[in-house]
């Protein structure tokens, strides 16, 4: 027995197989495919400690996925004998170094090539293949750029995009293997033997694996020698980060304190009071005396290895500023999660409802995740098969857009506009879907732009996206007649030079729709459809 659910470990969907035994089997596009116990798979959600850091597991899972390693089981507690069992623990407790991550990613993107030389896609459902340490686009960016910098791949640090292993990354792959194999005298050369120099690897940044936040701020500061402003403007960010996270209109130290105190607690950490009060006296001390010092004392100048050793700190800081819970968003989190619905077409408004009542409470909410169990719960109603449904998720979704997608992943945007281009396609179609599309999908035209850029970044993606939407005649009704020219043209253009092949069906379809709307600036790539059309 198969059914769609949410990846316990990144969100995605996946595929979930039952056989009736305590091990589920799970296939996800980001993960892997993997096995979890029936136990892990109940009591994930709740163990929050361990939610941060999921991305470790799944970076796990994927590797050995892409390497054609024995499916691992996951379990909450020890897997005993198990064979292929981990903990979830245990593997976030091995999480390799930053210098091992970089070569796994290396031969994760090797084991994902069909040969040498083969351009390789890379969306944000495989954030995993980069070992990030959280679940976030800029440490997955910045393995890219270290790739990329070290000539040991070719491509551009963005998502979407294609990278190529070179042969300099082959080269380095296959000698990190032989470093560890078995040595082997060999008879001595008969006449000396002239040895090229071996490759020196380009030196990592120093500021290479510290938290996003303190690389977006401080990296370009540190690099032109700017110590003092790298620290204190990194410093300043923290403070501004603590203030959207607890929601208090206060500032320095008072912030610090009234946000972690063991009463009244607002930005709760793992582990009982006494974490809880170290935290508190952590950023407290972060703020009297790094943040104050360098603010009121301009004639203070760190130097480069003090600067590095504070923003190191500040690191460590917005890490655990990552792992704290709001106790009222969690609160919230928790109420949204137990929401059931009756996606039937006839608890619509009940099932809106029920939801809508936390819509207004999570907008006051800095927290991501939050965000995004919105946004998904939001898009569970959209992608019913029952117009009602349909209108009422869109509807929704319209009331809260801003912080949905400031949070939302890629994937969701492209996942968003598939489900509304399919809402219009059922034999009573969603009619919020067709107003939205009718309006060049105002307001979320970010997720339109985002998924036509990736509907046209290669064929397969174009195939993969219409099985989504499954209704391919509306489709191609719908962009014909409301997308705008800019995207018609380069859609058209590629059908025409074959980028994207289209079946008979839909080419026939294409070329009646766009002859029955006529619209201008089109005629000679309509033209070239109709001839592509006559002779197929």
């Known amino acids: 027995m198969t059914s769609e659910i949410q990846c316990p470990l990144c969100g995605y969907y996946a595929v979930l197989k039952r056989d009736g035994s305590e091990v589920y089997q799970i296939d996800c596009p980001s993960c892997g495919e993997f096995k979890i116990t029936h136990d892990c798979f109940d009591d994930l959600p709740a163990e929050r400690k361990l939610q941060p850091q999921l991305m470790k597991v799944s970076a796990f899972t994927r590797s050995r996925a892409i390497n054609k390693d024995p499916v691992p089981t996951l379990f909450i507690g020890d897997p005993g004998d198990h064979p292929e069992g981990y903990s979830i623990q245990q593997i976030i407790d091995q999480f390799p170094f930053i210098t091992d991550r970089k070569w796994k990613a290396l031969s994760n993107l090797k084991g994902l090539s069909k040969y040498f030389g083969d351009s390789v896609l890379i969306e944000t459902k495989d954030y995993p293949i980069f070992y990030p340490e959280v679940n976030h686009e800029q440490p997955c960016l910045m393995m890219m750029r270290t790739l990329v ?55 990592p940044s120093k500021l290479e694996g510290l938290h996003p936040r303190v690389m977006e701020v401080a990296q370009k500061l540190f690099q032109d020698g700017y110590f003092r402003s790298a620290v204190l403007d990194t410093y300043v960010a923290l403070d501004n980060d603590v203030r959207r996270k607890s929601r208090l209109q206060l500032d320095g130290t008072e912030l610090m304190q009234k946000s972690f105190t063991n009463k009244s607690t607002i930005l709760k950490v793992a582990g009982g009071d006494s974490p809880q009060q170290g935290t508190m006296w952590l950023f407290s001390g972060a703020v009297m005396g790094v943040r104050n010092v360098l603010a009121h004392d301009h004639s203070i100048h760190p130097s480069e290895q003090e600067a590095l050793e504070l923003l190191y700190f500040a690191s460590t800081l917005f890490r655990r500023l990552d792992l704290s819970v709001n106790v009222e968003a969690e609160q919230l989190m928790r109420q949204i999660s137990q929401i059931t619905f009756v996606l039937t077409g006839n608890e619509s408004s009940k099932d809106s409802a029920k939801l809508e009542a936390f819509l207004a409470p999570a907008r006051e909410f800095v927290d991501g995740e939050l965000h995004r169990l919105c946004f998904r719960k939001i898009l569970e109603i959209i992608r019913s098969n029952y117009y009602k449904d349909q209108n009422a998720g869109i509807s929704l979704l319209l009331k809260w857009d801003a912080p949905i997608f400031d949070h939302i992943t890629y994937d969701d945007h492209i996942n968003l506009v598939c489900s509304i281009y399919k809402a219009v396609g059922y034999s009573l179609p969603s009619r919020a879907a067709e107003a939205l599309i009718r309006d060049g999908f105002k307001p979320i035209t970010r997720s339109l732009k985002l998924f036509q850029e990736h509907l046209l970044s290669s064929a397969e993606v174009f195939d993969r996206l219409l099985e989504k939407i499954w209704w391919k005649p509306e489709f191609f009704k719908s962009i014909v007649n409301y997308a705008d020219l800019e995207f018609l043209v380069a859609f058209l253009n590629k059908v025409v030079n074959k980028e994207i092949v289209l079946r008979r069906n839909d080419l026939d379809t294409l070329s009646y729709e766009l002859n029955n709307v006529g619209r201008k600036g089109l005629e000679e790539l309509i033209h070239k459809i109709d001839k592509m059309n006559e002779e197929s």
């Open 149 to 203: 910098g070290e000539g040991l791949v070719t491509g551009d640090a963005k998502f979407p995009t294609h990278i190529t292993v070179t042969e300099k990354g082959v080269s380095q792959i296959e000698a990190q293997a032989s470093s560890t194999a078995p040595v082997v005298t060999l008879p001595a050369p008969k006449a000396p033997v002239i040895e090229d120099p071996t490759p020196v690897a380009a030196q």
